[in-house]
């Protein structure tokens, strides 16, 4: 079936390098894509979104980039902070899931310091 | 604080108990949702309210009964539950269920963690 997918599920980086979380996608219909972030007591909270007519996106130290040949989404974040530390989403969604989002499993990012 | 709030934040119960979970939004949104986040599992969705409407059910046991009693509060009923029941809860809301992916998608509550033993 559909599915978003994770290509790493933990990621440890060092404090002021770039991190990048990879995310797959199956469902070449999917319109919308959002990464989540979620600190541990917390919910997941919105970082960026992107919609398929785009293939990269900016926000304050994250980009998002898709590759929509490949159904590939990936999130940078830049200069990496050890408040950064937590587990990454991506989401998708396409009319033919009934306009729910799909989350990926999530990958956990660590920060050393 | 994002604008939905859960309560309880921890909840321990006994497989006989009864309780209920609370989720409050003050968004104005239209659309909330009932997730289990279990460790190593992606979310899931357990049920989707669309203006009051129950618009989903994501064959979810008898154990678990949702209730929307308007747009702004949503419940999650428990009763009978099983240790493999135990996760965090999380509430979303939504503008409304056709739009979730053109506004921003979901707002999440900071979800009740639940022990059943």
């Known amino acids: 079936g559909e599915s978003v997918g994770l290509h790493l599920p933990t990621l440890s980086v060092q404090e002021g390098d770039n991190s990048i979380i990879n995310c797959a996608y199956s469902?070449?219909?999917?319109?919308?894509f959002i990464w989540y972030k979620q600190e541990s007591g917390k919910g997941p909270q919105f970082i960026i979104d992107?919609?398929?007519?785009?293939d990269k996106r900016q926000g304050q130290r994250v980009t998002v980039l898709l590759n929509k040949t490949v159904k590939h989404l990936s999130l940078q974040i830049a200069a990496t902070q050890p408040g950064d530390s937590a587990v990454y989403f991506c989401?998708?969604?396409?009319?033919?899931?009934?306009?729910?989002?799909?989350f990926g499993q999530g990958t956990e990012l660590s920060v050393k310091p | 604080e994002t604008g939905v709030t859960q309560t309880p934040r921890h909840l321990v119960m006994g497989m006989t108990n009864k309780k209920s979970l609370k989720c409050e939004q003050h968004?104005?949104?239209?659309?909330m949702y009932w997730y289990k986040q279990s460790a190593k599992k992606p979310l899931e969705l357990m049920f989707v309210?669309?203006?009051?409407?129950?618009?989903e059910n994501n064959s979810v046991p008898s154990r678990f009964s949702p209730e929307c009693p308007n747009s702004s509060h949503l419940f999650l009923h428990l009763h009978t539950l099983q240790p493999e029941d135990s996760a965090l809860y999380l509430c979303?809301?939504?503008?409304?269920?056709?739009?979730?992916?053109?506004?921003?998608?979901?707002?999440f509550g900071s979800g009740t963690r639940l022990t059943v033993v």
């Open positions: 979303a809301s939504s503008q409304d269920r056709n739009r979730a992916g053109r506004t921003g998608g979901y707002t």
């Open positions: 469902n070449s219909a999917s319109d919308y």
């Open positions: 992107i919609r398929s007519n785009m």
């Open positions: 989401a998708e969604k396409g009319d033919n899931q009934g306009g729910k989002l799909i």
């Open positions: 968004l104005g949104h239209n659309a």
């Open positions: 309210y669309n203006f009051k409407e129950q618009t």
